[in-house]
């Protein structure tokens, strides 16, 4: 009896006051950008039935579609800022879309957004197609040095994260390729499957299942960590010494957002990164968990905003 006394408060305290206001038979919202099945859907999906219990409320995944997420991103900044709504922030849209010359986006992120809590980190992979020619980075470069231009690279669009990933590589690695953007990594992907394209530097999680499936051959890995399931796989840094790309999946919420409401929410997303079951659904998707309360993901995106900004001007990349 106690203990059920005991979480009754709890949930009673989680709802209590203005920062969390909609009433406790209406769910909270992580709104995401980008369709059912992708990365940033699944991070969504994952924390919110992992927090629902925490919060003392069901937790709801809303998909709003289009302009690069930027609707999600707008619907949750012009969104009532008491706790109820908060977006899947992929790193691409907090640290790369704002600094593209020319991009025009309907919110400015440093100032409507605030950072909630850094769910997820996510390695890159560079992969070719399973029938390839090119069975390690040294073959690549090799060939790509033999044929200056010759040789192309996928993309989820101009100014993404998987572009600017290969202009790092063909500036630090002294090589050319040809750019071919898609909409998407996973359209990217099946033509590096076919054989249409060459090269695809991307989320591990965009193209773990390929992987494994023998449909892609993984390369390298872009960051120095690496990945438990993949313990052999060659590190970028080393091969190409300084190149190193890693990407997050994180929690914002809108500008105002009680600091309380922020404390609950973050509160509630690290208890669930504890949890062995969550862990390993991240894991199976390709992503490490990676708890940052607001504090410190607010020092990652100022310090990746930089890094990509400075990776943009290099490569000179501007919206079409």
């Known amino acids: 009896m106690k203990a059920f006394i005991g979480r009754v408060l709890l949930g009673a305290a989680l709802l209590a006051g203005p920062t969390m206001a909609q009433p406790a038979d209406r769910p909270l919202r992580i709104v995401a950008g980008y369709a059912p099945g992708g990365t940033s859907d699944i991070v ?24 690069n997420g930027f609707i999600a991103a707008e619907t949750v900044a012009r969104g009532p800022a008491d706790g109820s709504a908060v977006l899947q922030c992929p790193m691409g849209n907090m640290t790369i879309s704002p600094e593209i010359p020319g991009m025009h986006l309907p919110i400015d992120v440093a100032r409507d957004l605030v950072p909630v809590a850094n769910v997820a980190r996510s390695s890159y992979a560079v992969v070719v197609g399973a029938r390839s020619p090119y069975r390690s980075m040294a073959d690549v470069l090799a060939a790509a040095r033999a044929r200056p231009g010759a040789l192309t690279y996928g993309s989820a669009g101009i100014g993404t994260a998987q572009h600017l990933s290969a202009e790092r590589l063909k500036r630090m690695a002294g090589i050319d390729l ?7 990594a996973a359209l990217a992907a099946l033509d590096v499957i076919a054989g249409r394209t060459d090269l695809l530097i991307t989320n591990l999680g965009d193209v773990i299942r390929q992987i494994q499936g023998d449909e892609l051959r993984l390369l390298a890995l872009a ?8 313990p052999d796989a060659p590190r970028l840094p080393q091969l190409v010494p300084g190149l190193e790309v890693a990407g997050w999946f994180g929690i914002c919420g809108p500008r105002g957002m009680p600091e309380a409401a922020i404390g609950k929410w973050a509160e509630a997303i690290r208890q669930a990164l504890e949890e062995p079951v969550l862990r390993k659904r991240l894991l199976d998707n ?3 968990p990676h708890f940052e309360d607001a504090a410190s993901f607010s020092r990652t995106i100022a310090r ?12 000179n990349v501007r919206a079409e």
Not at 178 to 184: A, C, E, Q, S, T
Not at 223 to 230: I, K, S, T
Not at 304 to 315: I, L, N, P, T
């Open 286 to 288: 390709g992503l490490t």
């Open 223 to 230: 960051d120095a960590e690496g990945w438990p399931d993949f």
């Open 44 to 67: 969504a999906r994952i924390v919110a039935e992992s927090v629902s219990a925490r919060l003392g409320q069901p937790v709801v995944v809303e998909n709003r579609t289009g302009a």
């Open 178 to 184: 040809l750019h071919v953007p898609y909409r998407g």
């Open 304 to 315: 990746d905003r930089q890094a990509w900004g400075e990776a943009v001007r290099a490569a």
